[in-house]
């Protein structure tokens, strides 16, 4: 069994950080991750996810522990492990935490003619000068060019806690990469000793798109929605879970642990 992750001290937790990246699903996956990094839970070569003990200890978080109580009295495919926490109240009440800390908001599109309002507003700016009463229409104008220039789902805030922030163990891997990402030249899924054929059992979201990230690469994310959009729903079909970014990148430099045949047994060898 491997050795449990060293705690870190940071302005946001793994989960946190998977929910940043790429939605409830990359958050939903960085809770397993958690667990299996623990030895609460383990995976067998089958993609059976199941409790190493039943007594119900060892959660740290709501989603963790929603995550625990789905498979204390039967093995559950990964995937749907993934997928039921994603779209659970634990993840509803997480996504809401983030916005009470403005963290996220509600992502809205970029429309194509945003500049048409822009130049309106400009020019009756300008007009304005000598025509004072055009000023409510210049403000209007410019209000809608603002709001019809979209907005991500990441605010400011948001950016910076994920700022420098490097896969320096494999939770942190999971809540950048996903299971089905890499760390240089390693798949994320190796950490923990799942094969691909298990990682991907987990869901991908067909279509991504890129939020930037401060200071680091760019993250990947259907509006901050791998399994979810705008970072305002946890609630996604089961076709559509999205929990893992190709494009989402983090430090290859990091150092992550090897867990190797951590959480090994009980139906199978390996996480």
């Known amino acids: 069994m491997a050795v449990p992750t060293a705690a870190r001290r940071t302005d946001v937790s793994a989960e946190e950080i998977g929910f940043l990246t790429a939605g409830p699903g990359r958050a939903a996956e960085t809770a397993l991750a958690r667990l299996i990094d623990g030895g609460i839970v383990r995976v067998s070569r089958d993609g059976l996810v199941s409790a190493v003990h039943q007594n119900g200890h060892g959660?740290?978080?709501?989603?963790?522990?929603?995550?625990?109580?789905?498979?204390?009295?039967?093995?559950?495919?990964?995937?749907?492990?993934?997928?039921?926490?994603?779209?659970?109240?634990?993840?509803?009440?997480l996504q809401r935490d983030l916005r009470s800390r403005r963290l996220t908001r509600s992502a809205r599109?970029?429309?194509?003619?945003?500049?048409?309002f822009l130049v309106i507003?400009?020019?009756?700016?300008?007009?304005?000068?000598?025509?004072?009463?055009l000023l409510i229409g210049t403000v209007g104008f410019l209000g809608i060019a603002w709001y019809s220039f979209g907005a991500k789902p990441l605010t400011r805030s948001g950016r910076a806690a994920l700022a420098g922030v490097t896969a320096s163990d494999r939770v942190l891997a999971v809540a950048l990469e996903g299971f089905r990402g890499r760390i240089g030249n390693r798949a994320v899924g190796d950490l923990f000793g799942l094969s691909q054929a298990v990682v991907k059992m987990i869901p991908r979201k067909k279509k991504a798109r890129k939020m930037a990230r401060g200071g680091a690469a760019s993250s990947s994310a259907a509006a901050c929605g791998s399994c979810g959009s705008g970072c305002g729903s946890s609630s996604c079909g089961s076709s559509s879970c999205s929990s893992s970014s190709s494009s989402c990148s983090s430090s290859s430099g990091s150092s992550c642990s090897s867990g190797g045949s951590s959480c090994g047994g009980g139906g199978g060898g390996g996480d």
């Open 109 to 116: 599109p970029r429309l194509g003619a945003w500049w048409v």
């Open 59 to 93: 959660s740290t978080t709501d989603v963790e522990a929603h995550i625990h109580n789905q498979v204390r009295s039967k093995s559950v495919r990964i995937g749907q492990v993934v997928q039921n926490a994603a779209n659970s109240v634990k993840m509803d009440a």
């Open 121 to 133: 507003g400009l020019f009756l700016a300008l007009v304005a000068i000598t025509e004072p009463w």
